[in-house]
């Protein structure tokens, strides 16, 4: 058993998204701070409605995948195929943007606090242009179990712990084969789990602080991401206040990746094509 090591620390940095959402970037904050297939992890944390109330209007995506997970606040989505979605604390939203998808994220609230992710997977060339496809995940669809010193939610991949558990979550199947944790852990708890060796993989701590590699490991402070080296199984253990972060890890793509705002395809001349179609109302057709 080969564990895993912390390679580089993205810190996250303020940015604004949508009509003005705050947000706190890590993957993607430029070309060059992404990890094959993933190309953004965005969080939103806020108290204050004026950093969130604006929410994501209409607007258009084609080429990757996009996933939302919630844990506090309520957000709708709507999109031009008719899906409708109730974001809600504890849930998550797995859309594929395929061939084309138009798209809104809107707030359901008008006070209180909203704190969810955002990241992005991308799709291989053969997929870019498959239809689109949304899922609406509900909070009693992602199991969560108990573990020593913390709980687990599995939202995609599959969970195998120490002491014979194990859980699949409602996202199976995918070409990148998807694991998608959020661990919660008190105190000098430590957590272990295998990841298929050659898929790229990152921690993001949202509380607490982490040390990857157990007591005596490298420190991953709270809201950076740690890109994760090659091996079959990560270990940490959670610092003096805890840790509660987000595991990912997927089968890498190996493909070019040309990214003009919302369109992510292989090549110059299909972003072009993209936006073409989208300014000829063809995008989503």
């Not at 604004?16 to 190309?39: M, N």
């Not at 996009?66 to 031009?80: C, I, K, Q, R, S």
């Not at 809107?106 to 242009?129: C, D, S, T, V, Y």
């Not at 687990?152 to 120490?162: I, P, Q, S, Y």
């Amino acid at each position: 058993m080969t564990h895993r090591s912390l390679t580089r620390i993205i810190p996250s940095i303020p940015v604004s998204d949508g009509a003005g959402v705050k947000l706190r970037r890590s993957l993607g904050q430029s070309q060059g701070l992404r990890l094959d297939p993933f190309l953004i992890l965005d969080e939103f944390a806020s108290d204050n409605p004026d950093d969130y109330i604006a929410g994501f209007p209409p607007h258009p995506h084609r080429g990757f995948e996009t996933v939302t997970y919630m844990l506090a606040g309520d957000f709708e989505h709507e999109d031009h195929l008719g899906h409708k979605g109730h974001l809600r604390a504890g849930g998550a939203q797995w859309m594929t943007a395929g061939r084309g998808i138009i798209h809104s994220e809107m707030p359901l609230q008008e006070a209180g606090r909203l704190h969810g992710f955002q990241f992005w997977i991308n799709l291989p060339a053969k997929e870019k242009m498959k239809p689109a496809a949304y899922r609406d995940i509900q909070p009693e669809e992602i199991p969560q179990l108990a573990i020593s010193g913390g709980t687990v939610k599995v939202v995609a991949g599959r969970l195998e712990t120490a002491d014979g558990q194990h859980a699949d979550g409602p996202i199976q199947g995918l070409s990148t084969a998807p694991l998608f944790l959020d661990v919660r852990l008190e105190s000098g708890a430590r957590f272990s789990q295998a990841v298929e060796n050659g898929h790229s993989a990152f921690l993001y701590p949202y509380a607490g602080s982490l040390r990857v590699g157990g007591s005596e490991g490298q420190p991953l402070p709270n809201r950076q991401a740690g890109v994760l080296s090659a091996g079959d199984c990560i270990e940490v253990q959670a610092g003096e206040d805890g840790g509660h972060f987000l595991l990912l890890a997927a089968r890498p793509i190996g493909e070019p990746v040309v990214q003009y705002g919302p369109f992510v395809m292989n090549t110059r001349e299909e972003i072009e094509q993209a936006l073409a179609d989208y300014r000829d109302g063809t995008l989503a057709a």
